[in-house]
């Protein structure tokens, strides 16, 4: 079955410094997405990038699609304290007729020391 | 207004004891799901309805058993808990995938721990 892998498991940073999350699939992806989840809650969509080579940004956060749409990644400029938390990609596939499958990586946890 | 609701929000309980937890979505989509997040934080699917009909059912204990009654609604049952079960179950939902591009929204989650 489809597989999506992410790494770092784990990135400690200074308040102020970068941060990047790779994503990667075991197959060509229909659409990639990102989802952030704070400590405690639960996770909420951040950005779907659908195209090959796709670059999208929110604010300090840029996405990017890779040309193969096979891996993705997920820059921070500056982190904040308010970064913090688990960012997990999700890739989408067909499982079958028209009904699609995301399937989640296992995120990279996000610490900001102030 | 709360976009997908889960309840209980947490639930303790012993083991071989059989639990519920409901899900209850108001934005109008066709899917929901169930998924599991353990405590390693890995996020995993176990079901995916489609306006009542089952569309995604991974390798899931047939002691975990969906229903969903109408497409606002998916319920979690399980029957005979064990350790294992302990986690931390999402209901999410989303439109209808017709071209495999649809963000999910999550509940709040529900934490069950088996003693």
């Known amino acids: 079955g489809q597989q999506v892998m992410q790494i770092p498991q784990y990135q400690h940073v200074q308040e102020g410094e970068d941060f990047t999350t790779y994503c990667n699939s075991s197959?060509?992806?229909?659409?990639i997405q990102w989802y952030k989840q704070r400590p405690g809650g639960h996770p909420v969509f951040l950005i779907q990038?659908?195209?090959?080579?796709e670059v999208k940004k929110q604010k300090r956060l840029t996405f990017q699609f890779g040309e193969a749409k096979k891996n993705s990644s997920l820059h921070i400029t500056a982190t904040q304290t308010t970064d913090v938390g688990t960012y997990f990609c999700a890739g989408t596939s067909q499982s079958g007729g028209s009904n699609y499958k995301l399937t989640f990586g296992k995120g990279t946890l996000l610490t900001v020391n102030p | 207004d709360t976009a997908v609701s889960q309840t209980p929000k947490y639930l303790v309980t012993q083991m071989g004891n059989d639990k519920s937890i409901k899900c209850e979505q108001n934005?109008?989509?066709?899917?929901m799901y169930w998924y599991k997040q353990d405590s390693k934080k890995f996020l995993k699917i176990m079901f995916s309805y489609n306006n009542k009909e089952l569309i995604i059912n991974e390798t899931v204990p047939n002691r975990f058993s969906p229903k969903s009654p109408d497409k606002a609604h998916l319920n979690l049952h399980i029957n005979s808990l064990e350790l294992g079960d302990s986690a931390v179950y999402f209901c999410?939902?989303?439109?209808?995938?017709?071209?495999?591009?649809?963000?999910?929204?999550f509940g709040p989650g529900t934490r069950l721990t088996v003693t």
């Open positions: 934005l109008g989509h066709d899917t």
């Open positions: 999410a939902s989303s439109r209808r995938w017709t071209s495999g591009s649809s963000e999910q929204y």
């Open positions: 990038l659908v195209k090959s080579g």
């Open positions: 197959t060509t992806l229909s659409n």
